[in-house]
């Protein structure tokens, strides 16, 4: 027999037939006896604020004590409701009455929503977090694939007449992305994301250039309704690649009057019009003999930049177009390139600089100029690119850019 100042604790040794109860005032706790072919176990059931409880023991003993601290506790759980108010039984019954229909009862209410609220930003409520919740996972339910919407993007893209450039761009990326995620955009995250990119672009300029458009995919879906709105996309939370502006190479003017002079053909002229006017080699490879005259070349808003502008002519490159003139068609046959030209002038100048043409016509231009804003308009870039890249460059034996170079490259002539 246990005793203690205000109650005694009766135990009965365990039958096959019954429980074992220990006793705290009123309060029954009751131990059963649980025997299988080889082990036998004790459980301790009571039940504690309209939920039944039930631990298992395989110690006697054990069990007692466990019964023992779980009678007082319901004991005290009892006294603790004797001492409620009318206005306390009345709330609990209205919650009760709340919950039912739930089938859950008050102790259960209480723990999620403490357990919940605890995980909460300060200042959110739980049913601004259960809104929102419920708003992503219906929209996250209605997400297509990503398949579905990568061609979705192409056709309302190409229908608002984007850059031909950009589109080739999108095309690329984003077809290789779905051809590897062939799920519901909704169910990609940041991770999923990242590794792919280090996966398909280790290079920190080619991650960069798909990491936009990933970015630019995933915000159409969210405002196509595939994603949540109002928050940013699981694209735009990966890391930003940082990348390092490499140093400009550029061509000597006697490296570019040899080029001129070892070349013939499409290769010549495709070497005067980019080293001459600075042309993008995707915009060389467009252009048709009605784009060029007195006035200049104009490159069409197929460009990188989408953007049509009109680049002078200088009179030594007004040679050169005279030397090669056609009527009409295409400048540059489709049968060329921009690799088979670069395989050409390889052949003349072996270290050959990448962008080696644009990137001449920007510097010596800035030198012959001193107008920044008129490069960069000539040019389809901006004042800033122009100061930053073609500013303070020398030429391959090391001579510093001067205005009498300058003077020596634009008068490359037939």
Wanted: proline residues 4%; aromatic residues 6%.
């Amino acid at each position: 027999m246990i005793q203690d100042k205000c109650h005694a604790v009766s135990c009965k040794k365990p039958s096959a037939r019954g429980p074992v109860f220990e006793t705290r005032g009123a309060v029954k706790v009751k131990v059963y006896e649980v025997k299988n072919r080889l082990t036998t176990a004790y459980q301790v059931v009571y039940s504690l604020a309209g939920k039944r409880e039930r631990q298992t023991f395989t110690n006697l003993s054990e069990a007692k004590v466990a019964a023992q601290l779980a009678a007082e506790q319901v004991a005290r759980g009892r006294i603790n409701a004797a001492t409620m108010t009318m206005d306390d039984r009345d709330t609990i019954a209205a919650v009760k009455r709340i919950l039912s229909p739930l089938g859950i009862s008050v102790i259960e209410a209480v723990q999620t929503y403490a357990t919940a609220f605890a995980k909460l930003p300060k200042g959110t409520s739980l049913q601004e977090a259960v809104e929102d919740f419920a708003v992503r996972r219906r929209e996250a339910l209605n997400s297509r694939r990503i398949t579905v919407i990568v061609e979705h993007m192409i056709e309302t893209k190409t229908a608002a007449e984007r850059s031909l450039r950009t589109m080739e761009t999108l095309r690329a990326h984003c077809r290789k992305f779905a051809k590897t995620f062939q799920s519901e955009i909704a169910s990609v995250k940041v991770a999923d994301i990242e590794n792919w990119l280090c996966r398909v672009a280790p290079r920190p300029r080619s991650r960069h250039n798909m990491r936009a458009s990933l970015i630019n995919l995933f915000r159409f879906a969210q405002k196509h309704g595939d994603l949540p709105s109002g928050a940013k996309t699981e694209a735009e939370l990966t890391e930003r690649i940082k990348i390092r502006s490499a140093s400009k190479e550029i061509l000597s003017p006697e490296e570019f009057a040899s080029l001129l002079k070892g070349t013939t053909g499409e290769a010549q002229l495709y070497a005067a019009i980019g080293g001459l006017a600075g042309l993008r080699s995707s915009e060389l490879m467009r252009l048709d003999w009605s784009n060029i005259d007195e006035a200049g070349i104009e490159v069409s808003s197929e460009c990188k930049t989408g953007q049509r502008r009109v680049v002078p002519v200088c009179e030594t490159l007004k040679l050169w177009i005279q030397k090669h003139r056609k009527p009409k068609g295409r400048v540059f046959s489709k049968s060329s390139s921009h690799r088979v030209f670069l395989d050409h002038i390889r052949e003349i100048l072996p270290n050959w600089p990448k962008n080696g043409l644009r990137n001449s016509f920007c510097t010596y231009r800035v030198a012959e100029t001193r107008d920044m804003p008129l490069v960069a308009l000539e040019a389809g870039n901006s004042p800033t690119i122009i100061n930053r890249h073609y500013r303070q460059i020398r030429t391959p034996d090391g001579r510093a850019v001067t205005p009498e170079l300058a003077k020596m490259w634009f008068s490359s002539a037939p």
